[in-house]
T-cell receptor, first 110, second 111 residues
Framework: QKEVEQNSGPLSVPEGAIASLNCTYSDRGSQSFFWYRQYSGKSPELIMFIYSNGDKEDGRFTAQLNKASQYVSLLIRDSQPSDSATYLC??????????FGDGTTLTVKP | SQTIHQWPATLVQPVGSPLSLECTVEGTSNPNLYWYRQAAGRGLQLLFY??????ISSEVPQNLSASRPQDRQFILSSKKLLLSDSGFYLC??????????FGQGTRLTVV
């Protein structure tokens, strides 16, 4: 079992729709959770982080964390073509080591 | 503000040649430093991480090594490159193990 699992996609949504990206992790001791966006050929950039159970909203992005279910998700409201990218889920252990999922490729169609 | 520099952006090297990729961080002290490799269409594979000068943890045994000669300098090396070493190499720093910030990446092609 992979430490961090994501659906590889591709996930395709129409412009203006909600995109839902999911991630599960195996280490119950994980402390912090991150979503990175990576455009093709570029390095990842952090878009959201969440440390506590529940929802965290930042503009069109909402991160959701459920530690009991070992599940973290990212919702993108009012999806735009510029949101088309690969989204990487990352989970940090107590030691600060980040483990990344393989990413979900999102395509937003105009 | 903090910045991270990684170079070169692209590199083409013959099989058997040595490799040295350098990464430096500005604007922070004692960062955690990381080297990742990304194969095409895949996630990030952690190669090495360092919590301080001279402290290197290796995640995947392979043809590579890392060194941290100064607090904000992290170097990835190989004595003899293999074809399988091709990939997108990313250096990153984090604020005490939390958010990671990436350099621009080096696309290495071994021919």
């Amino acid at each position: 079992q992979k430490e961090v699992e994501q659906n590889s996609g591709p996930l395709s949504v129409p412009e203006g729709a909600i995109a839902s990206l999911n991630c599960t992790y195996s280490d119950r001791g994980s402390q912090s959770f991150f979503w990175y966006r990576q455009y093709s050929g570029k390095s990842p950039e952090l878009i959201m982080f969440i440390y506590s159970n529940g929802d965290k909203e930042d503009g069109r992005f909402t991160a959701q964390l459920n530690k009991a279910s070992q599940y973290v998700s990212l919702l993108i409201r009012d999806s735009q073509p510029s949101d088309s990218a690969t989204y990487l889920c990352a989970v940090n252990s107590n030691a600060g080591k980040s483990t990344f999922g393989d990413g979900t490729t999102l395509t937003v169609k105009p | 503000s903090q910045t991270i520099h990684q170079w070169p952006a692209t590199l083409v090297q013959p099989v058997g040649s040595p490799l040295s990729l350098e990464c430096t961080v500005e604007g922070t002290s004692n960062p955690n430093l990381y080297w990742y490799r990304q194969a095409a269409g895949r996630g990030l594979q952690l190669l090495f991480y360092s919590v301080g000068i001279g402290q290197i943890s290796s995640e995947v045994p392979q043809n590579l090594s890392a060194s941290r000669p100064q607090d904000r300098q992290f170097i990835l090396s190989s004595k003899k490159l293999l074809l399988s070493d091709s990939g997108f190499y990313l250096c990153a720093w984090s604020d005490r193990g939390r958010r990671a910030f990436f350099g621009q990446g080096t696309r290495l092609t071994v021919v």
